[in-house]
């Protein structure tokens, strides 16, 4: 049975013991479980705890080495020798960008993510080629991976001549937001850098995602730009940047100025948990109103041999680096890998464990939502739109 | 087949495919493979990545919560309070400290760790009960995990008058080393606390194992009195300190000379990579020849919900926290979770993949030591002392 018309004796996150009625692909139903005597084409968790799917708010499909055997990391100190040492890779692969994607998207479905916002290089060597690839990829996962596409500049904007062109020419094609990286630290212009994203936007109807690791008062002065011109074009709650280590390194004044703006603005971040890089507060980023969602940013590529794109263990990495360990603090983190991505990427009412949602689920071997974030226990029955794609 | 006479096409670190032959729980030898018929009693590792168990280098068997439901954690703002708020809950636990550590021993030992260093309260409430429970555990499980045990003052030594003469006790009726904690920060003075730690090791010949969380110069100024005693002691390699926060918070000349002083006294350093506390710099640590390993620390109990004990999820904690990407970083955290912490505890040539060391192997599903702790592939043989405990 791939296609249940009920899922049985499930447990919500509230701690209710349900049963869930599916028609075509979305939850029409959830009632008290009842022990009547075994329904056909029933599905029982047997008291697992069932969650809306994961989503990925941050991810690569086109840098990844999945698929290749591994590849020792190629060290960069700076962000341009490192871009510049990714190409050196990518170059000479034996496998496509269309392959790598396909082994990324079934390895992140496995652990449960129903839906990704994927950054695709955009540059002038590439062209929209990587773009082309993802738009092949998401039309033959569509049953299975909901996929929005940002056109990333990786190699900058302006220091990259006809970059600007390529990324309007990338949304006219079929992505879904226009990106950005480091208007001060790569292209050395904030103004000029800042004036084509969203001019893009406004032109072409579509919201921003920025890659922004500029440290500090300069990273944070960015923010406060990038949160103004979102008011001025009247894109609040389409904007998000990713990152965004500045936050986690500037003194509480200027800390809260810029969350302040980035609130007021619906400026979301994104953050990975980013290793030995400084992070954003969570915490204090959410008091003040700030939507914080979690990526998974890269998996095993050019920039780091690390990531799986599990969304559960990102949630304990964020939840262990913040020293986040009450139980409402491990469902936040939680919430930063469902509810919050899914927010940030506008799924609206299409996600959630809702009568009219998506049947987009993932039960999972836990009693609740703190232990499953804490002991991330293997077992994952994953459903989209009401098929049972797998166990893991 | 649980007690395999050889195991064939196993992949050593090294690239070498290998058949080994297991004698009397020992490693007889080990040779190229071979595509020879089939033989009996042999367990066909298919070019799975071989190496040497897992060693957590520090663990709390007595404290964990395991075996009871998720309980909610109960925050403490100073360590003070978080003692006091543990000794709260596990007062008033259904299940004995014996369960619980055995389901912990049963936990650990499915993610490949073959032996460990347990910590175990000693104070004037619990006197030496949790000792007994430990060393009741320890012969119940002595086929399956090496066990070494440090009596531990998690109360204090001199806020908690009488614990002095415990730990003595505690040592004389089978605790392998004596502990110590904070000795400014918990103990007020720093002097009387290492005079009696150093003293019981001194009197009963037994290393050494101290809990340091005390900060930035303090910290350091505590370890460097830590490397004198024990160079004075002639306790030169046997001697470690756990956390040692202030090793990541204190400026190059005091990190410099703090280094210089544990190196040439051989006191190592664990680390757990602690979340949101300041970490040791491990590789600035190594490079000044301190011998730093890792340990689990918490597992679920009164002091983190976090923890699970797969000493390769810790290998990788602590690369991705220290920005450690190459090859030969993923091998150094690697082996912090096996050849050093095996150095650190004194398993000796017991210890190792090489002819007369124990059979205590782990396979795993993965091509290479980095990429098995960059990806963490799910797949678990583990062999103790030639017999195969189970498949993950």
């Not at 923010?223 to 709650?237: F, H, K, N, P």
Request: glycine share 10%.
């Amino acid at each position: 049975m791939t296609q249940p018309r009920s899922l049985t004796n499930a447990r919500l996150a509230d701690g209710r013991l349900v049963d869930i009625d599916l028609l075509d692909g979305r939850i029409a139903a959830i009632s008290p479980a009842t022990s009547a005597p075994e329904a056909q084409d029933r599905l029982d968790l047997c008291g697992r705890l069932l969650v809306p799917g994961f989503v990925d708010g941050h991810i690569h499909l086109d840098k990844t080495l999945l698929g290749l055997p591994f590849q020792p990391h190629r060290p960069g100190d700076s962000i341009a020798e490192r871009i510049a040492a990714e190409k050196a890779l990518l170059r000479h692969l034996p496998i496509s960008v269309e392959a790598r994607a396909h082994v990324l998207v079934a390895q992140v479905s496995r652990f449960g993510t129903i839906a990704l916002r994927s950054h695709v290089d955009i540059d002038t060597d590439y062209g929209l080629s990587n773009l082309h690839a993802l738009l092949s990829v998401r039309e033959a996962v569509r049953d299975v991976m909901d996929i929005q596409i940002v056109a990333f500049p990786q190699n900058g904007i302006l220091r990259d001549a006809g970059t600007a062109e390529l990324l309007d020419e990338a949304v006219a094609t079929g992505a879904d937001l226009v990106g950005g990286l480091d208007p001060a630290g790569i292209d050395g212009d904030i103004t000029a850098h800042l004036d084509i994203v969203f001019g893009i936007a406004e032109r072409r109807g579509v919201g921003i995602d920025i890659h922004l690791h500029d440290p500090g008062a300069l990273g944070c002065f960015e923010l406060r730009d990038i949160a103004s011109r979102t008011m001025a074009s009247g894109l609040q709650g389409r904007v998000a940047v990713a990152h965004a280590f500045a936050l986690g390194e500037v003194e509480p004044a200027v800390f809260g100025a810029t969350a302040e703006a980035l609130a007021r603005a619906e400026v979301a971040i994104m953050t990975n948990e980013p290793g030995a890089a400084p992070m954003p507060p969570v915490g204090r980023l959410r008091d003040a109103g700030v939507l914080v969602f979690a990526g998974s940013d890269n998996i095993r590529d050019a920039w780091s041999p690390y990531g799986n794109g599990d969304m559960l263990e990102r949630a304990m990495l964020i939840g262990y680096r913040q020293g986040m360990m009450a139980d409402s603090d491990l469902c936040h983190t939680f919430a930063m890998a469902t509810a919050l991505p899914a927010r940030a990427l506008g799924l609206g009412t299409d996600y959630g464990l809702a009568p009219g949602a998506r049947a987009d689920l993932v039960a999972l071997d836990a009693g609740s939502v703190p232990e499953a974030v804490a002991g991330r226990s293997g077992g994952r029955i994953v459903i989209k739109r009401g098929r049972v794609l797998g166990h893991r």
